[in-house]
């Protein structure tokens, strides 16, 4: 059976620091791994890690796949509120997209 | 087993023309998504519907409309398509977390 669990669960932090984000996996068939941001009811793509070892950045967020460990992990530094959200881990299987549970990340000034 | 089923697997258009991009689910789902799918830039969620006649905005919702009059079916129309519109269009479908994709619609636009 597939499994994807992501942790923390919630998180609670201040603007400026910095997170980190943890989301394994044990999913058949895996391509890849997508990260996504859920603020409203569909999720929007953060990034797509198909190598392992191969960092991927956009602005403060980056994120990093380890396929011998079966993880990924997304840093976000610098945090603002406007990065409150849900992030979502998401392994690729050739038919479908398995998101994990979530990690919860409020942002207070 | 889920089946998502786009109507056109390839398609060629030419600039200025109107484009549909069709897709069906036959497990009675109530969220489906129209994504494109870019070298370099993963999957972009371009609208997303979660009832019959609803529709919502996702990333890149500019030059795209949709339409949701049926629940099993969700369409993505191109007014006036563009060649930045040559993409690989995927249409998804879900009920909680996992999203089932239909097997994809290769647009180019000349």
């Known amino acids: 059976e597939d499994k994807v669990v992501q942790s923390p669960l919630s998180l609670v932090v201040h603007e400026g620091d910095t997170v980190t984000l943890n989301c394994s996996y044990e999913?058949?068939?895996?391509?890849?791994l997508l990260w996504y941001k859920q603020e409203k009811k569909a999720p929007t793509f953060l990034f797509m890690l198909?190598?392992?070892?191969i960092e991927k950045k956009s602005g403060r967020l980056s994120s990093i796949l380890d396929k011998k460990e079966l993880s990924s992990i997304l840093n976000i530094t610098a945090t603002q509120t406007g990065d409150s959200a849900i992030y979502l881990c998401?392994?690729?299987?050739?038919?479908?997209?398995?998101f994990g549970t979530g990690t919860r990340l409020q942002v207070f000034p | 087993d889920v089946k998502v089923t786009q109507s056109s697997r390839y398609l060629v258009k030419r600039t200025g023309e109107k484009v549909f991009l069709e897709c069906v689910q036959d497990m009675d789902h109530e969220n489906m998504f129209w994504y494109r799918q870019d070298p370099g830039l993963g999957l972009r969620l371009i609208y997303f519907s979660y009832d019959v006649k609803m529709k919502e905005k996702g990333d890149i919702p500019e030059g795209y409309s949709v339409s949701r009059e049926k629940k099993e079916r969700f369409s993505l129309i191109l007014e006036s398509a563009s060649t930045n519109q040559t993409s690989m269009y995927l249409c998804a479908s879900s009920l909680e977390r996992e999203l089932f994709f239909g097997e994809g619609s290769r647009l180019t636009v000349l």
């Open positions: 999913v058949t068939n895996f391509r890849s």
């Open positions: 198909t190598s392992s070892g």
């Open positions: 998401a392994p690729l299987r050739a038919d479908k997209l398995i």
